[in-house]
């Protein structure tokens, strides 16, 4: 609800096409590109006729936006692959690149860390729009936290197909966010959130994962 | 599963349990980047660098018939020996038989990963020669019987304590861990066996087409003396190693340096053009290339993938994958460790035995954006994972992902089956962690957080109803 209130108050009509569901990226990772294409078929025919499609995570943003195009190659319903992916786009993306806003006129006092999501920072390219909108909201002090482009370990099925390895690379990033002091941790991905928030928690820290969203609704 | 994944799995179980280790090898690369940065910054532009250098390799690669060709008659014009090898048994058989040709008895040679690959230096022990490494590191690695932990820092996971312990024992050396006196223990051998050696063995970072030329990249100028010494050298070469053109060293060299080792340049770059020419005072009797396949013409022939024969063998992708920094070299049981080894291991050894590396990968993409000469290497993984699927379905997995789409077809079953998990959550969290709890890959080391009290679909309809 956080992004509706968001775009909302900027001016914008929100929609949301209750018959959408997954992107289908979990069977696209783990190497079932028939499957994924099953389920990317219902969710371009269901956006079809909207203008703008705004997503709240960075990995699934790169889903639609850069393996649509590639799923979909050579595949009759490539064209409206690639016309979803063109007018798709992650929140922060949408709000900088997109509208040019920076600020949204949001409060939020305490001091946080922000972590890079990898789809949203390397496929999607969003280095700086998550922060820039952090940085204009009142009372947030912005702390970078050492190596905030390294992974939590997230990595969808990987987490659980590999947990041992996935749970160092979280204990990794914990490790820094914890060094800042912040009391915050902000992304931009709920998948690494709830990796973050899993390893905090079972170390007892108390430092609290928050979506970019989250902070930006707040006035 | 298979006995590489098991052994993987185990590993990489092993070594994430070593918070010791984890720490050295972190510590270990927090230099690397501070220089490899300071150095990435002279170049005019890095990334108009890495453009040009993965459009040299492209051209190499996609002409690599033509290159190879002119490479390889250019070095017989100066008498050197070519000799193509379709795969690792013909490198060693080789070898050997010129070794025998030659009375060899001591080897010594300077590193190769390719010779690595083709686990040279056993046959060369089995068939009776002595070999000894010539680069400090893997001269390290050799008398702890080990495999490269790294492919540019072979010994990067010992501390210099284990190293004079390693000393000591093998060398009756005092114990000591100032790092110039450790080097200067494996010199002492090592000078003796320069002279001793009668054939060199070493590898190529680069073979120049346009000259017919093998350039080698050190930092300890034991390649100089592994190469000129011995009477015969011989040099096995990758052959996604072609350059087209002796000034596109101009970019290579420095690239190599700052992205493998966090250089400017590095110490010593030689270029090789054959054995020693009349009236020449110095330099081998014999110089034997050996130009390697070994699959790699099955790489250049997918499409899709080509791009991973780019590779300068710099290492880079090692030192800012997160899966590497964690689990270490040895884990992976390959010879080229991290990202470009999950890409190109299915290739070179078997895509069943071999795609559990590309599954291994949070797909982070920190491999691809470090890579100097741009190969898609996080999206390999990907399309090594489908076709993984493609020629053998797991069943299981099948089931599962089958599963996946008639739900996510089905939007109120989708919303019905999160509703059900609503209603479960507080029964799994009285067994959270245990053997009982379906969740236990995720719980056991994390906490699983609850799902939202109301979806966003039911918060959406309450209020499209106001």
Sequence with gaps: ?219 | MNVHAKTFNEAARHQTADLRQRDWIQKALAGYYAKRDEFKNRFQSWSGARDTAAAVKWEAVNHLDRYLDEFASRLEARGTRVFWAPDAQAVRDYVVGVARQHQVRSIIKSKSMTAEEIHLNDTLEQAGFEVVESDLGEYIVQLRHEPPYHLVFPAMHLTRQQISDLFQDRLGSESTDNPEHLTMIARRVMRRKYCEADMGISGANFAIAETGMISITENEGNARLTTSLPKVHVAIVGIEKVLPKLSDLALFLPMLATAGAGQPITCYNTLYGGPRQPGEPDGPEEFHVVLLDNRRTELLADAEQRDALHCIRCGACLNVCPIFKNIGGHSYGTTYQGPIGSVITPHLRGLQDWKHLSQASSLCGACTETCPVKINLHHHLLHNRRNAIQARPARFEKLVQTGFVFMMRRPRLYEWAAGIGRILQPLQRLVQGTVLDPLRAWTKTRSFPPLAEKSFRELWRKRKKL
Excluded at chain 1, 63 to 72: D, G, I, R
Excluded at chain 1, 85 to 114: I, Q
Excluded at chain 1, 160 to 189: L, Q, W
Aim: glycine content about 10%; overall charge negative.
């Design chain 1, 1 to 219: 609800m956080n992004i509706v209130q968001v775009l909302e108050r900027l001016g914008h009509t929100v929609d949301y096409p209750e018959a959408q569901t997954c992107c289908g990226q979990p069977a696209f990772n783990s190497g079932f590109w028939d499957e994924a294409r099953a389920v990317a078929e219902r969710q371009i025919a269901i956006f079809q006729d909207a203008e703008i499609v705004v997503i709240a995570s960075g990995s699934c943003g790169a889903m639609v936006k850069v393996f649509y195009p590639e799923l979909f190659h050579g595949h009759p319903r490539e064209t409206e692959a690639r016309a979803l992916a063109a007018k798709t786009f992650e929140f922060s993306d949408f709000l900088v690149n997109r509208l040019g806003v920076l600020d949204v006129g949001a409060r939020f006092p305490g001091r946080a860390t922000f972590h890079d999501g990898c789809h949203g920072l390397r496929e999607l390219g969003l280095k700086n729009p998550p922060r820039q909108l952090l940085q204009h909201v009142r009372g947030l002090e912005l702390v970078e936290m050492k190596e905030a482009e390294t992974c939590c370990g997230f990595g969808g099925t990987f987490a659980v197909k590999f947990p041992m390895i996935s749970t160092a690379m979280g204990e990794v990033k914990c490790a820094s966010i914890a060094e800042t002091g912040a009391e915050f941790v902000i992304s931009n991905d709920s998948s690494c959130l709830m990796q973050i928030r899993g390893v905090l928690e079972r170390q007892g820290k108390s430092v609290k994962t928050l979506h970019l969203a989250e902070v930006l609704a707040q006035t």
